[in-house]
């Protein structure tokens, strides 16, 4: 059985015979063999160049943080209200209320034609409290005037006078009958101060819930749940042109990471490169001749992640803006004795910033080929582009010698 089986595998051809096309050299054959060398490597640098670059794909998930802050960053001028009128306030859905926020706060005293007063760097007016200070001894203890009184009991400057009349939720309307503020000279200096405009700048933290940041006059107070504001200064018929027509120099929210210069210039780049660079109220200026005019922004902040080859992640914020404006001159002022205007039934002026954080957030993630795929592809490239190479070349040989053998036929048969 053996010998009969190895018999019947000597008929057997192991290896298949070359066809005859391939045994036959062609000019053909060879520009078609250079055409598919040039095609592999072209597609093949095409595939290394896609291997090698680096795509950035984005996707929307919930924004599942928790307890985070966000950092706020801001620079708005305010031409015809001066420094010592301005005030910014922070309130938000969870409670948390930050009145006359002056901490990584700066405001700048500017002239009526826009330039910075010349050594000054604040809006303060108590530059010489100090040296008063000194003058009045360590025993001094001033009233209060009926306010409010601070912890300690005392009064020593115009300023803690201020503060303990808006603590009473008295307005302070006249300073000329306060000791201190005599002192101090704050009359004359808000008569310095009356045309002058404000530049306010700086960064604030604020809760990661809806907010709103107020830019508005004077000193704000609560009593019985309802939040007023001590107008007198600004709507005091003194003929000085307030209004709130301003400037937004800069307006953006930042994410912790971007405290640290390096992440904050990669998430630069990165929203360079996917074509986000700016905000939607960077240079916006705002312009009005009345006094009593409110603008709202109400801005929608969308959470945004940046996902970098290497595991590291870069958070940041987005935002979209919806402006409003009000005459509030037209509707009339819900006051106490024209002293005090409600906050939220009619509006007070000033500038306003609604913000409100989206429940999304958008993922940028930066991706690159594998190097299996890259090699997988070279390879179909080279057994695709010679394949089709053969196929194209036993074609053109069969039909070669096919219109050979015709005419050699059609020649003998004439010859004959």
Not at 113 to 126: F, N
Not at 131 to 154: F, H, I, M, N, V
Not at 344 to 371: C, D, K, M
């Amino acid at each position: 059985m053996a010998k009969g089986f190895l018999a019947g595998l000597k008929g057997i051809d192991a290896f298949g015979k070359t066809t005859e096309d391939v045994k036959v050299k062609t000019r053909t054959g060879a520009f078609l063999t250079l055409i598919s060398a040039c095609i592999i490597l072209a597609f093949t640098t095409m595939e290394f160049f896609d291997y090698r670059r680096v795509a950035v794909d984005t996707s929307i998930v919930v924004d599942r943080s928790r307890g985070q802050k966000l950092s706020v960053k801001l620079n708005v001028t305010f031409p015809h209200v001066p420094c010592y009128l301005l005030s910014l306030d922070v309130l938000d859905i969870s409670g948390e209320q930050q009145r006359d926020i002056s901490h990584n706060i700066m405001k700048k005293r500017l002239t009526k034609a826009g330039d910075d007063v010349v050594g000054i760097r604040t809006g303060e007016l108590g530059n010489d409290i100090d040296k008063l200070a000194e003058q009045r001894g360590p025993d001094y203890c001033g009233s209060c005037y009926g306010g409010t009184e601070p912890p300690s009991g005392c009064c020593n400057s115009c300023e803690d006078v201020r503060q303990a009349y808006s603590n009473k939720g008295w307005s302070f309307g006249n300073p000329d009958d306060i000791e201190q503020c005599v002192q101090e000279g704050w009359s004359e200096k808000l008569k310095e101060q009356a045309e002058e405009g404000c530049n306010i700048s700086g960064r604030i933290r604020v809760n990661k819930v809806v907010g709103s940041i107020h830019l508005s006059p004077g000193r704000s107070y609560q009593t019985n749940s309802r939040q007023f504001r001590d107008l007198v200064p600004y709507l005091r018929n003194d003929g000085n042109p307030h209004d709130f027509s301003h400037t937004v120099h800069e307006f953006l929210f930042m994410a912790d990471d971007e405290y640290n210069p390096k992440k904050a210039t990669t998430s630069k780049e990165m929203k360079k490169r996917m074509n986000i660079v700016g905000n939607p109220l960077d240079g916006y200026v705002a312009k009005t001749s009345k006094p009593q005019y409110m603008f709202q922004y109400f801005l929608k902040v969308v959470s945004t992640q940046f996902r970098m080859l290497g595991d590291k992640t870069i958070n940041s914020h987005q935002y979209s803006v919806t402006h409003f404006e009000r005459d509030l001159s037209e509707n009339g002022n819900e006051d106490n004795q024209g002293v005090y205007t409600q906050h939220g039934t009619v509006g007070i002026p000033g500038a306003y910033f609604n913000f409100e954080i989206s429940p999304i957030l958008i993922v940028h993630s930066e991706t690159r080929q594998s190097f299996a795929h890259f090699l997988t592809s070279t390879c179909a490239i080279v057994g695709g582009v010679l394949t089709v190479a053969a196929l194209l070349d036993s074609i053109l040989f069969a039909t070669g010698r096919k219109l050979k053998k015709s005419g050699g036929v059609n020649g003998g048969a004439k010859l004959m």
